[in-house]
């Protein structure tokens, strides 16, 4: 065999992943986040894609990419050539055919500029914070955009032919009514977008919100705007294949859809998560210690869930509608669902939970009360 051909197979024999760049920068911090983000200048900037570069460098000729996803933080703050120069390099360095590669952005920035440097590097598809519909509602999140500035990033998106995009609806906030679900559901359907993600708002602790509560709707009410969001979305075209995520025929986040099928992940920067050759690890959140190269990534433990155990990845699979397949199980271990899961499956109300010969799946109001039917299940 001579080199070449050496070469070939040593390629042939490398995984495929999901890449994940954490940009931890924001303008401001919105009360309810408790995601990893710090204030930044443009030197601070250039170090952090220096760094990514030199972790990127480390993990050459290891894996192919086919999706990337930049979050955080606000990666639109990177700004178009820094964003240019990471999302060339993977693409250069990891991409063998064609790939799925997310930005998050907020559409209180500027956009037209890093969206064209997105695009021209192989960007093709991007994720907005909208929220809601409603300025006054915004302003009552912290958020910095407004509607209209939304729809300008739509437009931006569209001159530099990203017609793949995402918005995030929240539920559950300050004085949100059945109205805003009504015109949120509607603005994602007038802007084309082919994909929303809609979440009930959670109070982290140490978080403004979280520390000093706002006046929110009451828990039977959350539940009628998550039902009222999902019965909307379906009549707009949107299917749920998540708990929170909704997408038009054929468009679901490649990306999103390995974490949840247990697929390998490998996350770079302060608070960057991974899951890879069978293992979960992270960075600490520390951007200093990230920019010097002195940070170690640590690895996660769980006793009860281990990472590529079994019940990992029922617990991952069961956030699907599709949920835990026979096929999918005997692919992955080589063995059927376990007997205990459908037995105890079966116990469980048919409204909230689904036992036939294809395998075990939650229903929509069995998705309210996931946490209890797992450990029920499990």
Avoid at 228 to 236: F, I, R, V
Avoid at 338 to 367: H, M, S, Y
């Amino acid at each position: 065999m001579d080199k070449n051909e050496r070469k070939q197979n040593f390629y042939k024999a490398l995984p495929t992943v999901g890449l994940y760049i954490h940009v931890p920068f924001c303008v401001s911090k919105c009360p309810y986040c408790d995601f990893y983000s710090v204030p930044s200048d443009e030197e601070t900037k250039e170090q952090y894609v220096q760094a990514v570069l030199r972790e990127l460098n480390k993990r050459k000729d290891t894996f192919f990419v086919d999706t990337l996803y930049f979050g955080g933080g606000t990666p639109s703050l990177l700004g178009p050539q820094n964003l240019y120069i990471l999302t060339d390099t993977v693409r250069q360095w990891f991409c063998k055919d064609t790939w799925e590669c997310t930005l998050e952005a907020n559409p209180a920035e500027d956009l037209e500029d890093v969206f064209a440097a997105f695009a021209q590097a192989g960007g093709n598809r991007v994720s907005m914070g909208l929220q809601v519909a409603d300025d006054t509602l915004l302003q009552k999140l912290g958020r910095r955009h407004t509607v209209a500035q939304a729809e300008k990033a739509v437009k931006d998106l569209q001159k530099q032919g990203i017609h793949r995009y995402s918005f995030d609806l929240m539920l559950g906030i300050p004085d949100q009514t059945e109205r805003h679900i009504q015109n949120s559901v509607a603005f994602c359907q007038e802007m084309g977008a082919e994909h929303v993600s809609s979440y009930l708002l959670k109070l982290e602790p140490n978080t403004p919100f979280g520390i000093k509560p706002p006046a929110l709707p009451s828990e039977d009410q959350t539940v009628e705007f998550y039902l009222q969001t999902c019965s909307l979305l379906e009549e707009k075209g949107y299917l749920q294949y998540e708990i929170s995520n909704f997408a038009k025929a054929g468009q679901q986040s490649l990306h999103n859809l390995k974490y949840w099928d247990a697929k390998d992940v490998v996350g770079i920067g302060p608070a960057a998560h991974s899951f890879f050759n069978g293992k979960r690890t992270f960075y600490p959140r520390d951007l200093q210690s990230f920019l010097l190269g002195t940070l170690q990534e640590e690895e996660e433990t769980n006793v009860a869930c281990p990472a590529g155990s079994l019940e990992e990845y029922g617990m991952l699979r069961l956030r699907l509608t599709e949920g835990i397949t026979q096929e999918g199980m005997q692919k992955r271990f080589g063995k059927p669902i376990p007997k205990g899961w459908i037995e105890n499956a079966q116990k469980l109300p048919p409204n909230l939970c689904v036992t036939d010969e294809k395998g075990i799946r939650l229903t929509r109001d069995g998705f309210l009360v996931s946490n209890t039917i797992l450990a029920r299940i499990m």
